[in-house]
């Protein structure tokens, strides 16, 4: 009786109408739980690298202000302006630099002689006011950023194209925007003053060096944006079968990450290519070598540099593998024409602490290595110092089957980081690379010369072999001619190119 009762189309109907409901629902509170805590997971990650990248952008705002800091209160002659200008035009992002005296701007670098009056009390924290426009572009934005000395000092326009890039890369599933004082930027570059915020979640981390905070609101609409683009599928598996469940929850939670998730799909369409930048011999200026530096071609965004991606990807661990692709495209692209290179050529790749936790990186050394046994080559590792590498007995093992290869280790922007000399108390180092900041500096600034001549002296005492990095001028190239470095590199001599310019302008001449 029961069996017939269970079999009756009416019952069959309602069971399975409630087993399509328990289902459902259970598969939406899934997807709506887990949705959210990957929200959560990818607009703090992308609060977490807006506020680095602002950093960075405000970084360039104060080298060169520092760089110009000698000039506050010189005359505004011919060579002050100049020297102001040629700030706007070698620092990245940098729109106008202009000196201030008692409140009062004398010396700009669009304009020359000006006598405008400013007010200091509408810089946030002394040091930044964000701008809807000025006198040139009234409808363009920028942030000014002001270094201040004695009630006299250096205000730096930063445009805010960067800015807006910035919050428009990572504004995918928020409301993000960056916030100085009581003005604030949104995704469309737009400056408001009133907080009309939409309503919803609302998170914010402020900067750790500058008086600025990024803020961002997850709205209704961004939680039911992110569960249709993430879990379409998952909403029309869930109410059909219950079998599928736990297939589209790993599906689901494969397809979480945003920042990291793009990344891993740029690596997977291999968007990251090679630059090569030549490095020449420091006497004779000819090609010996070259740097091999990472670029990302997004196919909506254009060639992505480095500063962008590179510490979400060192964060990750996504670095190792993005480095052993770029060794395998410059040896498959470079391999079969070794015969072509000059003799002892070598090239350079940058690693840090994640490649240190295993024994692979010596595998990809030696499938590079083995590549060129035609005509061969030399390799060379240059240890950034963005993350410290602890010594451990996987890293010395590492260290030592490198230079049994005979892999050399360069130590690469010596003097910016904190752990440049444990490095060369701890590992055996070859090569050490002066950092750019301080060539740049040269014939500008007597520390930095003070340094860069007490690094060649380290170096050479410790027998080490000796990269100026950074060369841009003839000057510079005078300055260190005495010292008679073993090589030179920079963009006097060529900037970075694509492999295939690189060979056609370097290496068939």
Known sequence: ??????????????????????????????????????????????????????????????????????????????ATIQALRWQVAKVPNVRTVNLYRQHTVYCASLFGERDDTISTSHYTGGKLMLMSGNVVTPDHPLIAYRHDVNGSGVLVGVDGYFLHNILQLLSTHAF???????????????????????????????????????????????????????????????????????????????????????????????????????????????????????RWQHPQLGLIPPYQFIPLAEETGLIVPMTRQMMAQVRDQFGPMAAELPANFHFGFN??????????????????????????????????????????????????????????????????????????????????????SFIGRIGTDALAGHIVDNVIDLAKRLQMVIVAEGIETQKQVDYLAPYRLEYLQGYFFGKPADPSEFIEKWIRL
């Open 1 to 78: 009786m029961a069996s017939n009762w269970l079999t009756r189309p009416y019952v069959r109907i309602c069971i399975s109408l409630l087993a399509f409901l328990v289902v459902a629902a259970v598969g939406i509170l899934a997807i709506s739980w887990q949705t959210t805590q990957g929200l959560r997971r990818d607009v703090s990650a992308s609060l977490q690298q807006s506020v680095r990248l602002v950093d960075m952008t405000l970084d360039n705002a104060a080298i060169a202000s520092g760089a110009v800091e000698n000039l506050i209160g010189a005359p505004c002659d011919q």
């Open 176 to 294: 993000l925007i960056l916030q100085v004082g009581d003005r604030w930027m949104d995704s469309q570059g737009k400056i408001h003053t009133s907080e009309s915020w939409p309503d919803g979640e609302k998170m914010s981390l402020k900067s750790s060096f500058y008086p600025y905070e990024m803020r961002l609101v997850i709205r209704q609409s961004d939680h039911w944006r992110y569960i249709f683009d993430y879990a379409t599928v998952s909403l029309i598996l869930f109410p059909l079968i219950s079998i599928f469940i736990a297939f589209m929850t790993y599906a689901l939670l494969g397809r979480l990450g945003g920042p990291v998730s793009a990344l891993k799909n740029a690596m997977g369409k291999k968007q990251f290519i090679p630059y090569l930048q030549p490095v020449v011999d420091g006497t004779n200026h000819e090609i010996t070598g070259a740097e091999v530096l990472m």
């Open 351 to 436: 690693i840090c602490a994640s490649h240190f936790k295993d024994l692979t990186l010596v595998e990809d050394c030696k499938a590079f290595i083995d590549a060129f046994r035609e005509n061969p080559i030399h390799l060379v590792l240059e240890l950034t110092e963005r993350e410290l590498i602890e010594p451990s007995e996987i890293t010395h093992s590492l260290f030592r089957a490198l230079r049994r290869m005979g892999v050399l280790i360069a130590m690469d922007d010596f003097g910016t980081g904190h752990s440049s000399l444990a490095y060369l108390q701890q590992f055996h180092i070859d090569i050490l690379k002066i950092d750019q």
